[in-house]
Nanobody
Framework: QVQLVESGGGLVQAGGSLRLSCAAS????????MGWYRQAPGKQRELVAI??????NYADSVNGRFTISRDIHRNTVALEMNSLKPEDTAVYYC?????????WGQGTQVTVSS
């Protein structure tokens, strides 16, 4: 079992920046990818950014504003969010994939005020 713990959410004004961090712990064998998803009220959970050994991908809505960084050896992933917009307001979830298993963090709230 893998546990994911997020930190770094909060309230920020439009145009501001936030950094989210996530650390994996537990019975880790080989995590193949780590990333971030978000879910706004009344909407489905959506991919924000993901980093694997093959590629790093971003949602079109955050490309150029957000940067994902992953430390494979420490099993951590961070999301640097710049030029935040009110529409970025959501609960952000850390995600890790290990074989056929998918793990989720508890989520951290990001609120961007206009």
């Amino acid at each position: 079992q893998v546990q994911l713990v997020e930190s770094g959410g909060g309230l920020v004004q439009a145009g501001g920046s936030l950094r989210l961090s996530c650390a994996a712990s537990g019975s880790i064998y080989s995590i193949s990818a780590m990333g971030w998803y978000r879910q706004a009220p009344g909407k489905q959970r959506e991919l924000v950014a993901i980093s694997s050994s093959r590629a790093t991908n971003y949602a079109d809505s955050v490309n150029g504003r957000f940067t994902i960084s992953r430390d494979i050896h420490r099993n951590t992933v961070a999301l640097e969010m710049n030029s935040l917009k009110p529409e970025d307001t959501a609960v952000y979830y850390c995600n890790a994939e290990e074989g056929s298993w998918v793990y989720w963090g508890q989520g951290t709230q990001v609120t961007v005020s206009s």
